[in-house]
């Protein structure tokens, strides 16, 4: 997986947990959860959303790793 | 013989409007099939039927808007026709069918080539999702396409990638309206299909006859009734949305004697419990702690039960089930509280799947009549956003409100000894007219209780 498809994936799945939400708006470093108005139950939507498109088993320990548009990309580019 | 009304989906609504009629004149219906979508100041509603029947007639068409109680529908009821015949699917009940041709629903026609369809929601959901019901196989009792069927047939057609993007109100203008929305040029962020997109198209195919010139937006307005205002402006439905949350709590505030009480409850061995069983657990199946802060909350009535049920005319009336609404914030704005049934005897991983689903649901606007009308307390979670207390405001005819801040790690002192621990601070507003200071805090004190053994939730 390259670092734009993981994008397209996140983009993918967001729209699903979020319609209206738009990753280019987010600053880099920024909590994609602060930044979007995601609520706890938002972000577990994500993560299950990315778990189903890309089979990466997400710990919940991992979150944290997840929560910048950057990070979250290195992520499920590493564990692709 | 029965008839089918506006009902009350909270005690802030007055008046409501079909926005869409899921059954017809001569179809059968059964208690809890939801029968037609209702439009309230603050959210649409699938609206369930409490008799099982015969739809004799439409009263009120699509687009009316009519006070509660008023009648919508004329319901031969299963008892008139044939009382001994009563049961999930009153066989019987075609004889008394008016001769409005209606598709086959006997068991009998299981073999021929017709679609079995008895459920007005399956039935809805594969026209919403464009599924031919002819080419799904039924594996419901005699061969009947149930939910799953249609659900699943929609799956195979329709792979997640390949999906357009659009949002989820957008789709169902899209759907009501037969627009495809792959034939929709998107002009929301990222090319989505807003709902916008899908009326310029409706509105283009329904006025084939229109000047190409005239504006679009001119279209729209003359398919709305006159008298019911631009429901498709996003603004003027936030203002609405506004003034009834805003009338409800004055009323409140108004009629309601509150009093408040806090206390911090040590939630280590729940974070901890938690933290141990969603390792073990694929992602999909994990909890999160608002579900045993529910649960907990939903357990503790058990030890007061004059939390839980509504104050009418003046009198407490205590509820046997607990119907915990959960207060969901909406995209945009906005506050809807609609009920998980039976909180209290649901297990945590039901309960899990129950709160998942009735969040997505309000953030569509896809809640259901019954999940409106009956909450017997709210729960209110403000956690993810950093809060540390909640001061609730009750919803009437509701008497408490449970309220939740943040779980996070702060000082804790026990033995002598001060540590840090994750903590959280649950409130109680509840109502004096019900119920006094010394039994709210016997509340509070059982939802502690009950959390310090989350294993037994």
Redesign the interface.
Known sequence: MTRDDALDIM??VL?HV???A?L?EIEPGESMAEAL?L???DF??F??GL???TGI?????DYPQLSTVEKCADYLVAHA | MGDFHMPSLGADMEVGRVTEWLVKAGDEVKRGDIVAVVETEKSTIEVEIFESGVIEAIVVPVGEEVPVGTVLARVQSGASGAPEARGPVPASSESILPTEPTPPTGREVATTAAPVVRSPVVRHLAAESGIDLAAVTGTGEGGVITRHDVERALAAQQPPTSRVRASPWARRVAAERGVDLNSVQGTGPGGAVTEADVRKVGAARSRPAAAPSEPAVAAVAAELPANTGPTSDAAAKQASLRRAIGALMARSKREIPHYYLSTTIDMRAASEWLEHVNAGRSITDRLVMPVLLLKATARAVATVPEMNGFMIDGRFEARAAVQVGVAISLRGGGVIAPAIHDTATLGLNDLMVALRDLVTRARVGRLRSSEMSDPTITVTNLGDLGVDQVFGVIYPPQVALVGFGKVAERPWAEDGLLGARPTVTATLAADHRVSDGHRGGLFLSAIDRLLQAPEEL
């Open positions: 983009r993918d729209h979020a319609p209206e738009d280019g108005d609520d706890s139950m577990l939507n993560m299950i778990h189903e498109r088993e997400i710990p919940e320990l």
